[in-house]
């Protein structure tokens, strides 16, 4: 019977726990499970995670009394660097790339190595971790996310561990975790590891080396896990907060130097979203990322294999959408030439007529009004009244003088009619005016007639 049992359960922990969920998963839970009300003080007994909140605040008090006692030995301050890099990778290299994300292989040497350290770091067990880490990646910015960034800065970096969650993360699986010794392992002795990894081994390392036992405990110990906690939790809160989106800007996570420098190496988390099977975070060889670093030194190592890279030509399509997205912006802030779907088409008699009342000069099939600029140009007025009423095409492209593409800009913004018949073939380099030759337009725009473009067209209708 028990081992009837036990087989059961190890069937439901092999199969992946989103096999069965319906297509409208997403929508029909946030609509039908609901939440527990948000917290408030009068209940906070109950709605408050007492063991979390013990973890969290007791450290750092326990660490700033500890410190103002403590005289701090350079021996001490160096390896306290030291543990702190060691704990943070395994929650970096370990729990977030290595099992949260699959993002390269590791040998059981170094999936020892990272599952000691990560315990060391006091946030859960692999398992744990990741499950909440998938759910994070799936449900990004909704109440599925178990750290969902639009519920506030502070909710994002502690807020969601000192409240009992308010609903259940948004299913994910992690059978694959479920079937890893390693992390199994880890799972089943995580809380004698935590006290050996977090407090007794960075004490007795400094008490057997230099003799500082309480220095160690003090500062390689608690304050370095304060440390640990905050760096790691960063890249909730200040990686869903601060910085540009180059790869994309659908949710909130964001790249930057500084978020990155506090989280060993994760604060290119925009990429990371986009990617986040890539081993790495940050791409350029310049960019601070100390985790994708240990990853390629433990593959030259022989202990990582596989390390998995997003396509680059998919990675700078990601990028060239955020930049053609904020040049449409600037071309949007300007000011361009009048459709020429708005403008009227004027016969040759009529523009004859009404360039004797005001000063109508025909260039590429446009008559445009420039008596606000007689004055102004450059080559002098007698050039420009010399033209009134007659055809300027040649004389402008060169004949009298080859003007600059900014001239050719200008001159379109004074358009106030399109000649009758007057888009001659070959003529599309003159009616297009340079600034608008490469325009940015939204796929559902491309087909719609916009810009001097189609004056070509619409001439060769009539001419026809
Ligand atoms: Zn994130
Ligand atoms: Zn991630």
Redesign the pocket.
Known sequence: MASEKKRAGARADDTPADLNIPDNYVQHTLKTVKPLPPFQWENMRDDLNWLNVAILCVTPFLGLLGAYFTKLRWETFLFSIFYYFYTGLGITAGYHRLWAHRSYNASLPLQYFLAIAGAGAVEGSIKWWSRGHRA?HRY?DTDLDPYNAHKGFFYSHIGWMLLKPRRKPGVADVSDLSKNPVVRWQHKHYIPMILIVSFVIPTVIPWLLWNDARGGYVYAGVLRLCFVHHSTFC??SL??WLGETPFDDKHT?RDHFATALVTIGEGY?NFH?QFPMDYRNAIKWYQYDPTKWFIRACQKLGLASHLKVFPENEVRKGQLTMELKKLKETQERLAWPTNSDDLPVISWESYQEQATKRPLILISGFIHDVSSFIDEHPGGPHLLVKMIGKDATTAFFGGVYDHSNAAHNLLAMKRVGVLHGGMRQGLEDKSIPPSQRLKIARYNELSSPYGSSTAYSDGEGMLS
């Open positions: 994070h990004t890249v909730n990686a869903h996570p988390h979203h």
